[in-house]
């Protein structure tokens, strides 16, 4: 089992940045990918950005690419979120993710663990 506890949300005014953390606990070697994922009100939830733990590597959706970056630090076991240039259509539950997959997909089913969610909301 692993056990991930997310972090950092808030409400923030369009083009400011967030920064937002995943601490993962328990079998921890069993994350090979970790993702983030988002849920706005009355829509299905979208990947966001993924990373491969070992070797770093990463992937991002279209809409994020350029503004937010993912990252970690495995020996804190901790990934992060920065969000820059935010704008309102970022708004809704961050959720970070993690599967013993090797390929960064952005299949959400692919994803073994999930944390609880952050919200994240941008006004305009």
């Known amino acids: 089992q692993v056990q991930l506890v997310e972090s950092g949300g808030g409400l923030v005014q369009a083009g400011d940045s967030l920064r937002l953390s995943c601490v993962a606990s328990g079998r921890t070697s069993s994350s090979v990918t970790m993702g983030w994922f988002r849920q706005a009100p009355g829509k299905e939830r979208e990947f966001v950005a993924a990373?491969?733990?070992?070797?770093?590597?990463?992937r991002y959706a279209d809409s994020v690419r350029g503004r937010f970056t993912i990252s970690r630090d495995n020996a804190k076991n901790t990934v992060w979120l920065q969000m820059n240039s935010l704008k309102p259509e970022d708004t809704g539950v961050y959720y970070c993710?993690?599967?013993?997959?090797?390929?960064?997909?952005?299949?959400?089913?692919?994803?073994?663990?999930w944390g609880q969610g952050t919200q994240v909301t941008v006004s305009s």
């Open positions: 990373i491969r733990r070992t070797i770093g590597n990463t």
């Open positions: 993710a993690s599967g013993a997959i090797l390929g960064l997909t952005s299949s959400e089913y692919a994803y073994d663990y």
